[in-house]
């Protein structure tokens, strides 16, 4: 079954408004999860770690206030992107890693559509 | 900083017949982790296989197989008897530290077809 669970699947929002995804560990606790976007066929890019109990590390060139990141415990991570615009569509994906078994596992991704 | 290079976007192979698909990296570290990930239409991302820099050995599962040059920073993925679920986007991503923590920085990705 799932390892790590998104939520929501997808969403189609206004322009402005803020949204926020769930990415949720079902298997095992996670210290670290990472969250990426992935613009329709291209690749995947790292935005930020997320780090449970302390601030996230944001990727350079990624808006810190724009795509708010909060751990609040070790099994979810919530990223909000805050006033959303048209060019902020895009997929979103996070991942999480085992680190007993030093396997990555991948959420399946959240649909964003800014109209 | 790390960087990581698919130079082939599409490519296209027959069924049961092989394919390898190219992957070059670029990083001053000695250790590290490389990982082939398949992305097919669903877009869930699946770990097709992983190589740890510091293994000489050459890491296979089953029909997946990779050419790994450390020394010349490539990292090929050769796909054997391929099948028509094989058909999806392959990305090669890179992995910093001698621990797989998972931040991993990705190729642009090659998209696979296979042709019955």
């Known amino acids: 079954g799932a390892v790590v669970s998104q939520h929501p699947s997808w969403v189609i929002c206004k322009s402005g408004t803020s949204v926020k995804i769930e990415c949720r560990s079902l298997?095992?606790?996670?210290?670290?999860m990472f969250w990426y976007r992935q613009f329709p066929k291209q690749s995947l890019m790292l935005m930020a770690t997320?780090?449970?109990?302390?601030?996230?590390?944001?990727e350079q060139g990624v808006e810190k206030d724009k795509f708010l990141i909060n751990h609040a415990s070790l099994t979810l991570s919530t990223l909000t992107v805050t006033s959303a615009h048209p060019e902020d569509s895009s997929f979103y994906i996070c991942?999480?890693?085992?680190?007993?078994?030093?396997?990555?596992?991948f959420g399946p991704g959240t649909r964003l559509l800014v109209l | 900083a790390q960087t990581v290079t698919q130079s082939q976007p599409e490519m296209s192979v027959q069924e049961a017949e092989t394919v390898t698909l190219s992957c070059t990296y670029d990083t001053s570290e000695s250790d590290y982790y490389l990982f082939w990930y398949k992305q097919p239409p669903s877009r869930q991302m699946i770990l097709v296989i992983r190589?740890?820099?510091?293994?000489?050995q050459n890491a296979t599962e089953n029909r997946f197989s990779v050419n790994f040059q450390k020394a010349a920073k490539s990292f090929s993925l050769k796909i054997s008897d391929s099948q028509l679920g094989d058909a999806a986007m392959y990305f090669c991503a890179y992995s910093p530290g001698s621990s797989n923590t998972g931040k991993l920085i990705f190729g642009q990705g090659t998209t696979l077809q296979v042709k019955p």
């Open positions: 991942s999480v890693t085992d680190r007993v078994q030093e396997t990555q596992y």
């Open positions: 190589q740890e820099a510091y293994k000489q």
């Open positions: 298997d095992f606790q996670a210290t670290t």
């Open positions: 997320s780090n449970e109990g302390s601030k996230a590390t944001y």
